[in-house]
Structure formats: structure tokens, C-alpha cells
């Protein structure tokens, strides 16, 4: 069925660094969506990407939807320690009307 | 505080036992939304409604149903428990039926321990 694979599992960066997370499908999808969810805490919506080839920034985090809209990236410039945490990518099966989301990445930031 | 309460916050329960989870969406919204996030499984979409009619259902197993409520809540009930069961179960709600389409706001959670 549909996936949504997402790379890496886990990233440790030295605070001031950069990070990147990549979500890739199966399928082409309609949009995607990036959660992120802190430890010990529930999923918080971050953005939305609908256009191919679509880039969105949020301060310090840049969202990329690929041209094939079969791929998509988050890249947070200059990691702080409250970036930590673990970044979901999501997208819609069947017509839209389920999302499927990666495994996510987990992010811990060492000060 | 995304607006979506859910109840209890922890249960701990036996195996063969029977446990009911309560949602209640954000203020105006339609659809509501259960998951369960495990280790193993990450974040599983178990099933949706919206406006009191299932809408959309995912991986839920037989021994698990759920329902919406006219005032819009929703309860999840997971019956037959099996260690298997222990996970996280998230409810979130949207404004709009189109769940992939739509932002949606996650309540805190609650988390089972089946024993």
C-alpha cells in the first residue's frame, strides 16, 4: 500500500548546527504535512504544502514539496534546544480522506 | 493548548478487559480523528468522523469501535485488550471532513497500559 518513508530515524547535532529531514512516497500526493511533537507531548501541525515545488519558511525552518510532489524536506537553520523533538511528514490515501504519516524523525540537540 | 480535551490521561487496565477513551474536538469542529502511536507502529490513523457519521477508517481492529456523539464528542472503545494494545491514543479534530486536507489539532493523549 501507500507509504510515506522518512529519513533519518534519529539525528543529534551540536546546537548551532543544522538539521534536514526528508519524507518520500510510493506515490505521488496531493500535499503534504509536517507535524512536530515534543517529547512527552501530542502532534502539532507546522505547515501545510499543496504546489509542486513549493517552499515555505516558518522563521528558522524551511519546508520544501518537490517537483514531482513525491518528496518533501524540512531544514532547520542554526538548531536550538528547543527544536527537539520528533518531525512527522504526512500525506493523504484514498481521495483524502486518511493521512499517513512516517515514521518521523527524532531530533535531540546537544547544548 | 490545541482545545482538543481527551480522558483519562493514563490507564492502566488487565488483559480481556474493556476501556473506554473520551475526546472532545475544538470548539466548532466537525471531524474528529482517533490514532494510536506505539513504538513499533509509529502514528496509526484508526478512524475518523465527522458531524456524528464515520467517514473514514484505517488499521482498527475488530475489537475496537468508536462513535460521535450529537454534542460531537467522540469515545473510543477498545475491548478485549491484549498486552499488544499498550500504546497512545491520540484524538484530533478539523474544521473540515477532508482529514489530509485539513490542519489537525491533536489533544494530549491518552496513555494505556494493558497488563
Known amino acids: 500500500g501507500q507509504q510515506v518513508m522518512q529519513i533519518p530515524q534519529y539525528q543529534h547535532v551540536q546546537e548551532g548546527e543544522d538539521f534536514t529531514t526528508y519524507c518520500n512516497s510510493s506515490?505521488?500526493?496531493?500535499?503534504i504535512q509536517w507535524y512536530k511533537q515534543r517529547p512527552g507531548g501530542h502532534p502539532v501541525f507546522l505547515i501545510q504544502?499543496?504546489?509542486?515545488?513549493e517552499v515555505k519558511k516558518q522563521k528558522r525552518l524551511t519546508f520544501q514539496f518537490g517537483e514531482a510532489k513525491k518528496n518533501s524536506s524540512l531544514h532547520i537553520t542554526a538548531t536550538q534546544t528547543t527544536d527537539v523533538g520528533t518531525y512527522f511528514c504526512?500525506?493523504?490515501?484514498?481521495?483524502?480522506?486518511?493521512?499517513?504519516f512516517g515514521a518521523g524523525t527524532i531530533l535531540r540537540v546537544k547544548s | 493548548d490545541s482545545g482538543v480535551t481527551q480522558t483519562p490521561k493514563h490507564l492502566i487496565t488487565a488483559t480481556g478487559q474493556r476501556v473506554t477513551l473520551r475526546c472532545s474536538p475544538r470548539?466548532?469542529?466537525?471531524?474528529v480523528y482517533w490514532y494510536q502511536q506505539s513504538l513499533d507502529q509509529g502514528l496509526q490513523f484508526l478512524i475518523q468522523?465527522?458531524?456524528?457519521?464515520?467517514?473514514a477508517k484505517g488499521n482498527i481492529l475488530e475489537r475496537f469501535s468508536a462513535q460521535q456523539f450529537p454534542d460531537l464528542h467522540s469515545e473510543l472503545n477498545l475491548s478485549s485488550l491484549e498486552l499488544g494494545d499498550s500504546a497512545l491514543y491520540f484524538c484530533?479534530?478539523?474544521?473540515?471532513?477532508?482529514?489530509?486536507?485539513?490542519?489537525?489539532?491533536f489533544g494530549p493523549g491518552t496513555r494505556l497500559t494493558v497488563l
Open positions: 506515490t505521488t500526493l496531493s500535499n
Open positions: 468522523y465527522y458531524n456524528g457519521e464515520e467517514r
Open positions: 504544502l499543496v504546489k509542486s515545488g
Open positions: 470548539s466548532g469542529d466537525l471531524s
Open positions: 484530533a479534530s478539523s474544521a473540515g471532513v477532508a482529514g489530509a486536507y485539513n490542519e489537525q489539532f
Open positions: 504526512a500525506g493523504p490515501i484514498e481521495y483524502g480522506n486518511k493521512l499517513v
